[in-house]
């Protein structure tokens, strides 16, 4: 079933009306959940009172109350998640609702409330030491099938690692498995947290998300259809946590998922995200944890997994490369003539039955085949190749493959450094510097997440996403305390291209910076600039790119108070050691509208790693703004946190 | 005059330099080779989160209900139906892995198959030798392939 995107005014219509309803239950007769209350009824509600159970941390957890502006909410959105009217924010008038509802006359017993919110049941029968032979469903028997039939037996959390050049991606994403006794990790059921939407646009996408304007299911699907989309179509490395989660932890898990099941709460990219909201699950498996309340206010994927980590739920790490990870090692371990060859297999340039003729030993006919294959898989999967052929060419390259037979070398593409090892995502840097012979301190603070000189290790190389850098400088020469720059947003993806993938590179950074004027003098000017390229590798650890951008400014020290211009940028990156990073780049911009000027700047900058999460970082710039030149020299430490 | 003119290039080349993370649309295919679950989104920002949902576990039987809806299923082994959802859903990789003889796909296959673990060696190789009586050609279905996997491991 696929859920289209949920329209706003009508949901809210629909909230409206079964509010009114429920209140009208209240009152009129016959319409109640509650008509006469059983004895045993009352018995349990008192003792629910006494214990003051609504108070209860679990209780919270179940319902996904948290203490916000307006004092305690549930984060759910969906009104049939509550069985009292006020449920949303009083957790008592709902515990006693929920109480009520176990008695309640519904016939359908997937439909009665012991079904719908089976770990809320279960959790208030422990408590309460409900006798169940005076409910009239005393268990959900539908969800004792369903265990029976899944057989759980491990929890796994799954990290889908950030897209090479996907902004989508970025943070990466996380899942939980449920694997079954079966020991097919394929056949484990991927228990997901996502958006709904087929909005496709992407901007309008992305500020929907912002502001929580879609609403977020969970849902379940065969772990193979979630590697298919993220490892086999997105080509985004897997990483696979199991966890240590007991036989009654999987066990409140899978009441706690199956009580969400089509239960929406409202999507927001930054906290109520797909990471966040699975941790609701964990904490739902084990009571002792309360990894919903460690999180900031900004949930990066990968500190959700740091966060399980530190509560000791993690007992391993598992690498599950993509397909283009495959692709690149495959071509690793051949000759440059071998992998043209099966360059020209996959491209429909050379018959796949050709490679049997090539006089060469069978392990690299293999390897040929191989690589070949899953090429042209990677093609497909990119859109590049029609399916008709796609069809022949593979059928005819595994044909190839089979008659080769031997099972070969299994291929085993050693595993990068996982990403919850890498630095952490929030850096605080001080600085000291000289800007056109004037001494600055600088103080400056990034939420997010990583830029083109921080350790790679745990991150995709070449890939920068910042998100509201905020520096502030001081220049003791004249005692002015001064608005550096903020970062708004700064991505960069130099992602190189080979002979086996052409991707393209691009950027866009916007936000204010610190910019000389037509005055000689250094303003503030907010800046929008975006920009697409390409980007090579020269050998191992070194990469070129050039960029084409424009540029739009708007504020002090401008003609007019703005200029728009185009421009281009080219940078060689490279590592001198696995610490030591240098990134040298040059930009020219050439504005012709409203202030017309050029502005030329060249840099040399610096990173050395000191630990994971700290490094020195010394840059060195020198720019030519409306003819203006200023040198500038800065040293800084950055840390991690 | 001038103005337009470079403000509109301006323009045209913002576009185009997005236009370098624009994707497109990807579609349903069907159910022989080449059949993938395309769930994921290109499009710029949408890729992670527009995602479609099955519910929990509202309609599950065992969770694989994706892929199979539109193809006709082998119906006379009934008590193979998860060897032909799987075989359905998972086309490519499985034929790749029968072809190499090995592979996790493949194992599991043999997982569904009820296939001895002392003899998955065996039957690993075994289909890759059949390759060609399993995927007799390109446009093989997943209800060949199934009826074939079948037929040739009577043999094993």
């Keep these: 079933m696929k859920r289209m995107r949920g329209g706003y005014g009508p949901r809210k219509w629909s909230v409206a009306l079964l509010r009114i309803f429920l209140f009208l239950s209240i009152f009129l007769p016959g319409f109640s959940l509650h008509a006469e209350e059983a004895p045993y009824l009352s018995t349990l509600l008192l003792r629910a009172n006494q214990m003051e159970l609504w108070k209860d941390p679990y209780w919270h957890t179940l319902l996904h109350y948290k203490k916000g502006i307006f004092g305690l909410r549930s984060l759910i959105d969906d009104p049939r998640f509550f069985l009292a009217p006020s449920g949303k924010s009083d957790p008592k008038a709902e515990l006693e609702a929920t109480l009520r509802g176990f008695f309640s006359a519904e016939e359908d017993e997937t439909q009665h409330p012991v079904c719908r919110f089976v770990a809320r049941h279960h959790w208030l029968s422990e408590k309460l030491e409900i006798d169940p032979s005076k409910l009239p469903v005393p268990e959900c028997r539908r969800f004792a099938e369903i265990m029976d039939q899944i057989k759980p037996a491990s929890i796994t959390l799954i990290f889908p690692a950030a897209h090479i050049n996907s902004p989508a991606s970025m943070f990466g994403h996380t899942m939980l498995t449920v694997d079954t006794a079966s020991k097919s990790r394929l056949l484990a059921y991927a228990i997901n947290y996502s958006a709904v939407t087929r909005e496709t646009f992407g901007p309008v996408f992305a500020i929907k998300g912002l502001f929580g304007f879609y609403p977020g299911y969970f849902s379940i699907l065969p772990y193979y259809a979630k590697l298919q989309e993220y490892s086999d179509v997105d080509h985004r490395d897997i990483w696979e946590y199991p966890l240590n989660l007991n036989t009654d932890e999987i066990k409140r898990l899978l009441m706690h998922t199956s009580e969400m099941d089509k239960i929406y709460s409202d999507y927001y990219f930054f906290d109520e995200n797909c990471s966040y909201d699975l941790l609701f699950l964990l904490d739902a498996a084990r009571p002792s944890t309360h990894l919903t309340d460690e999180m900031g206010s900004w949930v990066i994927p990968v500190d959700t997994i740091r966060k399980v980590k530190e509560n000791g739920l993690v007992t391993g790490t598992i690498y599950r490369p993509s397909r283009a990870s495959k692709i690149k090692y495959l071509a690793s371990l051949l000759s440059g003539g071998d992998g043209k060859t099966a360059l020209a297999v996959a491209r429909g340039e050379k018959e796949p039955d050709s490679i049997l003729g090539e006089d060469l030993d069978s392990r690299r006919k293999i390897l040929i085949s191989d690589l070949a294959g899953e090429y042209l898989q990677y093609q497909y999967s990119k859109k590049k190749i029609e399916l008709s052929g796609f069809q022949e060419r593979f059928w005819k390259i595994l044909r190839v493959r089979s008659s080769l037979g031997g099972t070969g070398e299994d291929h085993q593409v050693p595993p990068p450094d996982p990403p919850d090892t890498g630095h952490l995502s929030d850096r605080f840097r001080l600085g000291v510097g000289v800007r056109d012979g004037r001494l600055f301190e600088e103080i400056a603070f990034r939420p997010a997440y990583h830029d083109l000189l921080d350790d790679d290790r745990g991150y995709v190389e070449g890939a920068q996403i910042v998100f509201a850098d905020i520096a502030l400088r001081y220049y003791s020469s004249d005692h002015r305390l001064l608005l550096q720059k903020l970062d708004i947003i700064d991505i960069i993806s130099v992602s190189p291209r080979d002979a086996f993938f052409d991707p393209y590179s691009w950027k866009i950074t916007t936000g204010l910076l610190r910019r000389t004027g037509n005055d000689d003098d250094d303003h503030l000017v907010y800046e929008v600039t975006p920009g697409g390229g390409v980007s090579y590798k020269l050998s191992g650890k070194s990469m070129v790119y050039v960029f084409g951008e424009t540029g739009l400014l708007l504020g002090g020290g401008l003609d007019e108070n703005y200029a728009v211009g185009i421009g281009a940028s080219a940078g060689l990156l490279t590592s001198l050691t696995l610490d030591w990073k240098i990134h040298l780049l040059g930009r020219g911009m050439f504005y012709n509208l409203g202030d017309r000027h050029n502005a030329w700047e060249v840099g040399l900058h610096q990173n050395f790693a000191l630990t994971t999460n700290t490094s020195l970082r010394l840059e060195l710039g020198f720019s030519r703004t409306h003819g203006y030149e200023r040198p500038e020299a800065g040293l800084y430490w950055n840390i991690y946190f | ?156």
């Design chain 2, 1 to 156: 005059m001038k103005k337009v003119v470079y403000v509109l290039s301006v323009v045209l080349m913002t576009v185009a330099l997005s236009g370098v993370v624009w994707a497109v649309d990807p579609k349903n295919t069907g159910c022989g080779l080449g059949s993938i679950v395309w769930e994921g989104h290109n499009g710029l920002l949408s890729q992670t989160f527009a995602a479609t949902t099955n519910g929990t576990f509202g309609n599950q039987t065992f969770g694989i209900t994706s892929g199979t809806s539109n193809c006709e299923q082998y119906k006379t082994f009934t008590y193979n139906e998860k060897v032909d959802t799987f075989v359905a859903d998972n086309m490519d990789n499985l034929a790749r892995d029968i072809a190499r003889g090995q592979g996790e796909y493949l194992n599991t296959l043999a997982l569904l198959m009820d296939v001895p673990s002392t003899q998955k060696a065996a039957f690993g190789s075994h289909l890759q030798a059949h390759f060609s009586d399993i995927y007799t050609s390109d446009k093989v279905t997943h209800s060949e392939v199934v009826k074939n996997i079948l037929a040739v491991t009577t043999t094993l």
